[in-house]
């Protein structure tokens, strides 16, 4: 215990769960997205009552919310509309993902976790 009458492993585990958003949204930054899904589902449980908890519900909701990209992408691709799609949630993706990683490197909490947008 510290003086303060906290556990002295508190902070290493705010650093901890940093590091394993900043890692989750890494992967899905080079498209290891079903890895970084798996490991925000393991660690979301984890981090529940932090900041990190709303980061890996931001993972999980932006991979989820691609693949319905994907699945729009398939439908249109019968009129030759598939690339558009893709091309819009391609560029979605990554700018929540950067978003994301900035906040988590700077140790701030993704702001609406449940939301479509940034």
Same mark, same amino acid.
């Given at each position: ?15 901890? $769960? &940093? =590091? /394993?958003?900043? @890692? !989750?949204? =890494? @992967?899905?930054? #080079? ?6 899904? !798996? ?24 991979? /989820?919310?691609? *693949? =319905? ?7 249109? &691709?019968? #009129? ?5 799609? @893709? ?6 993706? !990554? !700018? &929540?993902?950067?978003? *994301?990683?900035?906040? $988590? ?5 993704? =702001?609406?976790?449940?939301? /479509?947008?940034?």
């Amino acid at each position: 215990m510290s003086l303060a009458g906290t556990p002295a492993t508190a902070p290493a585990q705010g650093d901890k $769960a &940093r =590091l /394993w958003s900043i @890692l !989750v949204h =890494l @992967l899905y930054l #080079v498209g290891a997205f079903p890895l970084g899904l !798996v490991m925000a589902y393991v660690k979301r449980p984890d981090f529940a009552g932090t900041i990190y908890e709303g980061h890996m519900t931001f993972a999980i909701r932006t991979f /989820w919310i691609c *693949a =319905l990209f994907a699945i729009c992408a398939l439908a249109l &691709r019968v #009129v030759g509309m598939e690339f558009i799609t @893709l091309f819009i949630g391609s560029i979605w993706a !990554v !700018v &929540r993902v950067v978003v *994301a990683l900035t906040r $988590a490197i700077d140790a701030k909490p993704i =702001l609406n976790p449940q939301g /479509w947008v940034i």
